[in-house]
């Protein structure tokens, strides 16, 4: 696919002042704003990031088009974005990790710290998580957020921003790939081929996983995911109907048992062919939240021993996303597809071009 650059030239009417902070606000069903965006006082631990690459996320599209994800509802004005990277511009009085001028990328959730589920570690978890973009709490499309500096990681030299952006998205695959403990001897399907598909095939791939197969209803998108690096490539239906015949498919495909299922989608119909594609004693694991609720044959899974298992998010992935873009063991650029600036003109052109999917894998605004 060829990445296609949008850049303006229209600076002079567009261009935004560096004297006040923007971000782009979405104000109702696609409508988005560039506004003031008044930021909360520097604390000791926090520091003040000057935001240089965000991308653009499905979930930022849910509420682009609706105004919602699931049960997250945006009652009112609110800044989006959270796939974010950028330079630190100050410091707090106690952060000792990061310097003026640091390169970093952004965790965007902050969880209360306190409650059993954060002091477990498993802080994605946290009832009172504070994840940017997310309703109530404002994103990081905008000129500078303040952020906790422990959840702002240093890149090295050779990790540019829009990178350190994309270890957001990538996160969810290397997290998918720790739960369900994928290695050498794991060969995996992946029902969805959409940036989440995408990186957990990546991170999969990284993970030793020495066969691969894609499974989606769209031809562009499987042509992208074998481009990347797919072993095989498997065009399904949306119809539940289709289910048993592309079974067989895909077990032909892998041309042998399916040790793992990651559902990327999360539609009944997708998790019906990944629990009925999985070898007994093998594992389907659900990544994407597309339906809030499903109809599934659980009992057959369970006499085969198949475990289901579940993610939400990620956790301590970040420093272990960075090193994997380090060594070259995961290569992210192909990923970004198209690029806009910070302008108003632009800010809609990006939301609506990856409303509409086609060519668009990622969509980067560089600020």
């Given at each position: 696919?060829?990445i296609?650059e949008?850049i303006?030239?229209?600076?002079?009417?567009?261009?935004?002042?560096e004297e006040e902070?923007m971000?782009v606000?979405l104000?109702?069903?696609?409508?988005l704003?560039?506004?003031?965006?008044?930021l909360p006082?520097?604390g000791?631990?926090?520091?003040?990031i000057q935001?240089k690459?965000?991308g653009i996320?499905?979930s930022?599209?849910h509420h682009?088009k609706n105004?919602?994800v699931a049960?997250?509802v945006?009652k009112?004005?609110?800044?989006?974005?959270?796939e974010?990277?950028g330079i630190?511009e100050?410091?707090?009085?106690q952060?000792?990790s990061l310097?003026?001028?640091?390169?970093v990328?952004l965790?965007?959730g902050?969880?209360?710290?306190?409650c059993?589920l954060?002091?477990?570690?498993?802080y994605n978890l946290c009832?009172?998580?504070?994840f940017?973009?997310?309703p109530?709490t404002?994103?990081?499309?905008a000129?500078?957020?303040?952020?906790?500096?422990?959840l702002c990681?240093k890149?090295p030299?050779?990790?540019s921003?829009?990178?350190?952006?994309?270890c957001e998205p990538l996160s969810?695959?290397?997290?998918a790939c720790?739960?369900?403990?994928?290695?050498p001897?794991t060969?995996i399907?992946?029902?969805?081929a959409?940036p989440?598909g995408?990186?957990?095939?990546?991170?999969a791939?990284?993970?030793?996983?020495?066969?691969?197969?894609?499974?989606?209803?769209?031809?562009?998108?499987l042509?992208?995911a074998?481009d990347?690096?797919?072993?095989?490539?498997?065009?399904v239906s949306?119809n539940?109907?289709d289910v048993?015949?592309?079974v067989?498919?895909?077990?032909?495909?892998?041309?042998?048992?399916?040790?793992?299922?990651?559902?990327?989608v999360?539609?009944?119909k997708?998790m019906l062919?990944?629990?009925?594609?999985?070898?007994p004693?093998?594992?389907v694991?659900l990544?994407?939240l597309?339906?809030?609720e499903?109809t599934?044959?659980l009992?057959s899974?369970?006499?085969?021993?198949?475990d289901?298992?579940?993610?939400f998010r990620?956790?301590n992935t970040?420093?272990l996303c960075?090193?994997?873009l380090r060594t070259?063991k995961?290569?992210v650029?192909p990923?970004i597809?198209h690029?806009?600036?910070f302008?108003q003109d632009?800010?809609?052109?990006?939301?609506e071009?990856?409303s509409?999917?086609?060519?668009?894998?990622?969509?980067?605004f560089r600020?």
């Open positions: 696919m060829v296609r949008h303006s030239t229209d600076d002079a009417e567009n261009s935004i002042t902070n971000a606000w104000l109702g069903i696609k409508t704003r560039i506004q003031p965006y008044s006082p520097l000791p631990y926090d520091v003040k935001i690459a965000v996320c499905g930022d599209i682009f105004m919602r049960n997250f945006v009112r004005p609110m800044v989006l974005g959270h974010c990277a630190v100050q410091v707090g009085s952060v000792k310097m003026i001028g640091d390169r990328a965790e965007p902050i969880s209360c710290r306190q059993h954060c002091k477990d570690g498993r009832r009172q998580m504070k940017f973009g997310s109530p404002n994103g990081a499309l000129n500078q957020v303040v952020h906790p500096a422990d990681f890149l030299d050779s990790v921003l829009e990178e350190g952006a994309i969810v695959g290397v997290h720790r739960r369900a403990k994928v290695g001897e060969k399907i992946i029902i969805g959409e989440i995408l990186v957990t095939m990546l991170a791939r990284a993970f030793g996983s020495p066969k691969i197969v894609i499974v989606d209803i769209d031809d562009q998108c042509s992208f074998k990347l690096g797919a072993d095989e490539i498997i065009k949306s539940v109907q048993e015949d592309e067989g498919q895909i077990c032909n495909a892998m041309g042998g048992p399916v040790d793992m299922s990651f559902d990327c999360g539609f009944n997708t062919m990944a629990l009925q594609t999985t070898h004693g093998g594992k694991c990544v994407g597309g339906q809030s499903m599934l044959p009992t899974a369970a006499a085969r021993e198949v289901v298992i579940g993610i990620y956790r970040r420093p960075i090193e994997l070259g995961i290569d650029k990923l597809t690029r806009y600036r302008t632009e800010v809609e052109e990006a939301f071009t990856s509409r999917g086609g060519n668009a894998i990622k969509v980067m600020l």
